[in-house]
């Protein structure tokens, strides 16, 4: 077997069995490849590999300039995350191409992407970045449920955003617990937020995809696991 498939068939076993241990079903829980650097023709590789596997993956892009390389999967019917930081002269370029972005993290991003896809007449989902580890490094919203509530009724008053849920990126470290807790804390705020429309929890990446599982993530986002570690250097 390939090194690829090899890989996949490990990120589908730790998935599987972290969903087994917290009683809930690996099949709801959605999985967005993160391509960075990798080639269309890699990512191709793998898409195919996990629907051979029955599974079918989305792919998330970091950057709004690697968008185009997207277009040479178009045949796949994939659906297209944005899941990196996003510079608000891009949002145009985001809007037109991503399916949902998951990392909207501040009201002026809020607003930009309002008046965009206001301007191209289409509704845009959106996930809510939250910084639950608190560090500096990481964007995001503050793990506040009042100030969350503040920006879902910004979106909603826009008309064009569309809140689906919340995301998180773990807090980096070797402390389990509290990754753990970095990750907890996205399900606790959805819970405090108690909105109907927004359900969805993007978190758990290679090194904690089991914890998030555990904690609830219904979207997870794997880069490493599946590709192999990245080349810096490109
Ligand atoms: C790169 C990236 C991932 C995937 O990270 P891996 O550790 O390679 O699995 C997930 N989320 C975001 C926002 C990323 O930038």
New binding site residues.
């Given amino acids: 077997m390939s090194e690829l498939a090899d890989s996949i068939d490990q990120v589908l076993d730790r998935i599987a069995q972290a969903a087994q241990r917290a009683g809930r079903s690996a099949e709801d829980i959605a999985i967005v490849l993160?391509t960075?650097t990798r080639t269309a023709d890699e990512i191709r590789a793998a898409v195919e590999i996990f629907s051979e596997r029955g599974v079918r993956v989305g792919v998330?892009e970091?950057r709004a300039q690697e968008i185009a390389k997207h277009v040479d999967l178009e045949d796949l019917g994939l659906t297209r995350h944005f899941?990196?930081r996003l510079q608000t002269n891009k949002a145009r370029d985001v809007v037109r191409f991503a399916d949902l972005i998951h990392?909207v993290d501040r009201p002026g991003l809020i607003d930009a992407l309002e008046r965009r896809a206001n301007n191209d007449g289409v509704t845009q989902r959106i996930l809510l970045q939250v910084n639950t580890s608190g560090e500096d490094t990481k964007a995001g919203f503050a793990p506040d449920a009042a100030v969350l509530k503040d920006a879902i009724d910004r979106c909603r008053d826009g008309g064009t955003l569309t809140v689906e849920g919340l995301m998180t990126?773990g807090s980096h470290t070797g402390d389990e617990d509290e990754v753990r807790r970095s990750l907890r804390d996205l399900r606790i705020l959805r819970e405090d937020l108690a909105d109907g429309a927004v359900r969805e929890l993007s978190m758990g990446?290679?090194?904690d995809l089991e914890q998030a599982v555990e904690e609830g993530a219904t979207i997870i986002?794997?880069?490493?696991?599946v590709f192999g570690e990245?080349d810096y250097t490109k």
């Avoid at 986002?221 to 696991?225: K, L, T």
Wanted: glycine fraction near 18%; proline fraction near 0%; hydrophobic fraction near 35%.
């Fill in positions: 993160a960075k998330g970091n899941i990196g990392s990126i990446m290679t090194h986002r794997v880069g490493s696991a990245r």
